[in-house]
């Protein structure tokens, strides 16, 4: 196994840059998720560490060795795509043990490992089955067990959820972080889905527009985001943000004070929807539209022309155009410069 050292990382596609000067240090063993909206650079990153797109400056290390110029089959990585990029006409075994063939592996050897990648995915009733009498989730199995076979310094995830059900993919969730914890090979999983992000990886890389806007465990990021795009990017459903002014280090808002960094200025309030309560002299919303699920009750509701979203544990039974009451909790704010997006610390 290998960390993996991202030093000032370009990119560009003649003369627009999508890459800008990324700098991120993996560690030995460590699951880091690569997250942000589509296009914000997040596949094209991991294709170069993976050596299927060329880097313009900057360097790539993987281990000791700088990789910068190194075909993919000399990195000692694998790759699981989106696809699966399974061969329909080969049996499972074949599948996950085609790279070691041509690399001239003893078939023994092979089928050695082939067995005990199998065993690991719960594949050992399939391998004499081809890919189209597979599920979803058996083919992204597969996929998984070809990479596992070549036993890699680092594994790459290329979004190899975004095709399965709701169902399948926390099914999947759970057993790619098994694998992780068994195997402890380091592990770079890009995805769309801050949720996929959240429950895998130690840490998280937030990218947007080609740039990182902020590196940290799944809490940091949730419990302190560096601006708005992270606040509003890392939490489902997203952080409200409403406008509100700052005076000797208190937040002013709709006749409500609360204590914020010190400082004055336009800034915006930051409060996660399952931080709001039910108050007699909290903020007055209106009421749009009530989801029950069963364990929660989610209300989108208008505050000053600006959407709100409060999650709570509790069965309330709230009409369409109703007023009500809500107050943040004072131990869970967020404060935002409303020009930068920037958080101000308190």
Do not use: W
Not at 12 to 20: L, Q, T
Not at 27 to 45: I, R
Not at 236 to 247: Q, R, Y
Not at 317 to 323: K, L, N, R, V, Y
């Amino acid at each position: 196994m290998a960390g993996v050292k991202i030093q000032d990382i370009r990119k560009s596609y003649g003369a627009a840059e999508v890459i800008h000067g990324v700098n991120v240090d993996i560690e030995d063993g460590e699951f880091v998720a690569l997250v942000g909206p589509s296009g914000c650079g997040k596949s094209t990153l991991l294709r170069m560490i993976a050596g299927l797109e060329p880097i313009n400056s900057g360097t790539i290390a993987i281990g000791d060795r700088i990789v910068n110029n190194l075909p993919p089959a000399q990195r000692d990585i694998a790759m699981v795509f989106q696809t699966y990029a399974l061969y329909p006409h080969k049996s499972v075994s074949e599948n996950m043990g085609f790279a070691l063939k041509v690399a001239g592996t003893d078939k023994a050897e092979i089928a050695r490992r082939v067995k005990e990648a199998a065993e690991i995915l719960s594949l050992t009733d399939y391998l004499d089955r081809k890919p189209r009498h597979l599920s979803g989730g058996q083919r992204q199995r597969v996929a998984m067990g070809r990479a596992i076979v070549r036993d890699p310094q680092v594994f790459l995830f290329d979004e190899p959820l975004s095709n399965l059900d709701a169902k399948l993919r926390i099914q999947m969730r759970t057993e790619i972080k098994e694998l992780h914890h068994r195997l402890k090979t380091t592990t770079i999983f890009v995805t769309h889905d801050q949720i996929e992000a959240m429950t895998l990886a130690d840490r998280i890389v937030v990218m947007q527009g080609g740039t990182i806007e902020q590196i940290g465990t799944p809490l940091e990021l949730y419990d302190n985001p560096a601006n708005e795009f992270v606040a509003t990017f890392i939490g489902a459903p997203s952080m409200n943000l409403l406008d509100a002014d700052l005076a000797s280090g208190r937040i002013e808002i709709a006749g409500h004070a609360y204590a914020g960094p010190s400082g004055a200025g336009k800034v915006r309030l930051g409060v996660r929807p399952e931080h709001l309560r039910l108050a007699d002299t909290g903020l007055p919303m209106q009421v749009k539209v009530v989801e029950p699920t069963g364990s929660e009750t989610m209300v989108f509701l208008n505050f000053q022309g600006q959407d709100v979203t409060a999650v709570f544990r509790e069965r309330y039974a709230f009409d369409p155009g109703q007023t009500v009451h809500l107050a943040p909790d004072p131990d869970h704010l967020h404060c935002f410069d409303r020009a930068t997006g920037d958080r101000l610390a308190g």
